[in-house]
């Protein structure tokens, strides 16, 4: 705040009497004041002054008077033990201090002296406000014969500018007169008041950064650090959506934002808030905060921040396959840094985890699904500022599994011609591998089985009635490994995993009962199975 400093002065009052009354109250003993220097008068004729205690206790403030002749200037003939004052009442401080300071100190200072010295002679001085003193009384019995300056500072200790104000403020002069008959004359050449005072200025204030910032709101934060001088009536921030340069002493509407958001009332010192709507989705914005006074409007300095994203929209499936499907979505209208992506299992399930983040594309290839199997997605946009609510969720169900196997390479009939009892003959004997292929569109197990004959059982050794039937898929022209078939699938795997279009070759050996319990041709089955791995 400037501290700045006032002086105004009241030039020699002019108090007059007629001559012979003057010479009369001389001899009579009366306390005079003596007339002033001719040169004051000038600076009387274009003061503004007014002396509203005309004739206050004999005094006579009569200024057309003045200076009528030079013997005398003012006297009066106060009782003993009385006082006669005067009051000076306008000093111009209305126009001089500025509405809103502060007022530091008040120091009046007048020039005075007595025509002769006298044991009871007082000068006194009073500050008054609205009539009633105020503060410190000043008293000086020195009875100086040449000029002397009194000065003192008031000690009222809660001025104001108010109590300053002409009609408000008045100083006081007296003349006291103790006991003693002997007539003295009182020179008082002006009257001056000085006033300490500390201009209002704008307030101080500070920007802190947003908090709870949304998709559409925010909270904008500051902090009044000082007043000016007098709280303030108004404050809040404004933003925009590009930086601006700081304000001067403006209006928000002038200030070169496009927004504002305002409080009114009577604010001290010390943080604020204002909550700020209808932003933008995925936005930067430029904030300051301000605070107003009488002295005008006082700006922070400029902070930004980033609004979330909006959410995505509208989820579709592209590629679904039997453990793969690609999940697509529009991006929202503000756009967004990445987006988040998360699934659970099952028609209307509500379970979900994130699979996936970091996803700038607005699609996202999903893998190592299960065939025939619904899943649910739902994705949220994000930024550095966090995340967007999550988009309407969407589910589809990926390819059901196709299990199929054929009979590739072979004509799916093994003959092994005759054979005699307790002795054993294999396919690759009789050059008839089988291959089967799986022509599904899943990973498949192979597993094989075979069944009775007409006359024969099936067994793991043949005997009188019982004859075995084994299989190999390995080396089976040199050095074979043979596997005994059952009448059950019991995992007796030709192979497993076998891949999309993959193929299997095997060749089975046949043991021929001991006995011979009939001699009729014999058919028997044997069944390959396809699952799916």
């Known amino acids: 705040m400037g501290l700045q400093r006032i002086i105004s002065t009241k030039k020699g009052i002019i108090f007059v009497f007629v001559g012979f009354l003057v010479f009369s109250w001389i001899f009579s003993g009366c306390l005079q004041i003596g007339k002033f220097p001719p040169e004051i008068k000038k600076a009387l004729a274009d003061s503004t002054a007014e002396y509203p205690s005309a004739n206050n206790g004999g005094w006579d403030a009569d200024e057309s008077n003045a200076y009528t002749d030079d013997t005398s200037y003012a006297s ?52 008054l406000v609205n009539n009633g003193v105020v503060g410190t009384q000043e008293s000086d019995t020195t009875e100086p014969t040449s000029d002397k300056t009194t000065s003192y500072e008031n000690d009222y200790g809660s001025w104001s500018r108010d109590d300053l104000l002409d009609g408000v403020f008045e100083v006081r002069v007296g003349a006291q007169r103790g006991g003693g008959s002997t007539g003295y004359t009182m020179y008082l050449d002006y009257v001056k008041v000085t006033v300490d005072y500390s201009a209002l200025t704008t307030p101080t204030v500070s920007t802190q950064a947003a908090s709870s910032v949304e998709i559409s709101t925010a909270t904008g ?99 679904i396959c039997l453990d793969s499907l690609r999940i697509n979505w529009i991006a929202p209208a503000g756009g967004a840094s990445s987006y988040k992506i998360e699934r659970c ?80 003959t294999t396919s690759s004997g009789v050059d008839q591998t089988q291959t089967v292929r799986n022509n599904g569109n899943v990973a498949e197990d192979f597993d094989i089985k075979g069944q009775d004959s007409e006359d024969w059982i099936l067994a793991g050794v043949a005997g009188d009635a019982s004859y075995k ?14 596997n005994v078939m059952t009448t059950t699938y019991d995992s007796d ?16 050996k046949i043991t021929i009962p001991t006995a011979n319990p009939g001699t009729n041709q014999q058919t028997v089955d044997v069944f390959v199975r396809a699952t799916q791995h």
């Open 493 to 508: 795997y030709l192979s497993t995993n076998i891949p999309v279009d993959g193929t299997v070759s095997f060749d089975l």
């Open 221 to 319: 934060n500051g902090n009044i650090i000082s007043t000016g001088g007098e709280n303030a009536d108004k404050r809040g921030f404004v933003y925009d959506t590009s930086t601006k340069s700081l304000p001067g002493n403006v209006a928000p509407t002038s200030s070169g934002y496009a927004y504002y958001a305002e409080d009114s009332g009577s604010y001290g010192t010390g943080a604020f808030t204002k909550g700020l709507s209808s932003l933008s989705a995925n936005v930067t914005y430029y904030i300051r905060a301000y605070a107003h006074n009488s002295a005008g409007y006082s700006y922070g300095g400029e902070v930004n921040f980033l609004t979330k994203p909006d959410s995505p929209s509208t989820i579709n499936f592209t590629n």
């Open 76 to 127: 009066t003939t106060p009782n003993t033990n009385s006082t006669e004052s005067v009051e000076y009442g306008s000093f111009g401080f209305d126009s001089l201090i500025p509405t809103g300071s502060t007022i530091n100190s008040v120091t009046i200072e007048l020039v005075w002296y007595m025509s002769t010295s006298a044991s009871n002679a007082t000068l006194r001085v009073d500050a």
């Open 469 to 482: 039937h084994e299989w190999c898929t390995s080396s089976c022209d040199s050095s074979p490994i043979w």
């Open 345 to 424: 299992e099952g028609t209307g399930c509500s379970d979900f985890l994130q699979i996936t983040s970091g996803e700038t594309n607005v699609y996202y290839d999903d893998s190592g699904l299960s065939a025939g199997t619904t899943y649910r997605y739902r994705v949220r946009a994000t930024n550095a500022t966090g995340d967007s609510d999550y988009c309407a969720p969407d589910e589809t169900t990926t390819e059901a599994a196709s299990i199929s196997i054929v009979v590739e390479d072979g004509s799916g009939t093994v003959s092994y011609g005759i054979v005699n009892t307790s002795q054993n």
